[in-house]
């Protein structure tokens, strides 16, 4: 049984290292690296730490960056093989072996005011939009960090 594959993450706006925040170019690619190679959200958490410690506030666009990174890592965790996520709404779509349980993904999500409506069973796929006035993408990465806590999902 080999692991899942890695969830693949498509974030709408720009998701990058910008040149204000991280000058030197060898410095960066070094950061890109990191990031890729990135195992778990607690590494990815230590590493936030750390931008924050060496370069200050992390801008909008490497949150973004970050924010991907960590929707792939809980994903693929969860068995999402797919998520595309923009400002308003979201696909998710679960690979063929991935056994999601339903019922407490959308108490997750609805908890935060995301909307979920299931388009198709087998394997899931589910749209969610936002309902409240928080940004979906955060928002998201919350419900879903709620749901690797729990046991057995």
């Known amino acids: 049984e080999s692991a899942a594959p890695a969830t693949q993450v498509n974030v709408e706006g720009e998701a990058y290292l910008p040149d204000q925040y991280i000058a030197g170019a060898d410095q960066k690619m070094n950061l890109y690296r990191r990031i890729s190679r990135l195992g778990d959200t607690s590494a990815l958490n230590d ?8 370069f200050g506030p992390i801008p ?3 949150n973004r960056l970050l924010a991907s990174v960590r929707l792939r890592l809980l994903g ?20 063929p072996r991935a056994v999601p349980r339903l019922a407490l993904l959308r108490d997750a999500l609805t908890d935060r005011q995301i909307a979920v409506e299931v388009r198709r ?19 998201l990465v919350a419900a879903l960090e709620l749901l690797e806590g729990v046991p057995g999902h």
């Open 76 to 95: 693929t965790g969860l068995g999402v093989e797919w998520l595309r996520v923009s400002d308003s709404d979201a696909r998710m779509n679960f690979g």
């Open 47 to 54: 590493l936030e730490d750390e931008l924050r410690d060496r």
């Open 60 to 62: 909008t666009a490497a």
């Open 121 to 139: 069973t087998q394997p899931l796929s589910l749209r969610l939009a936002r309902a409240g006035v928080e940004p979906l993408l955060p928002t």
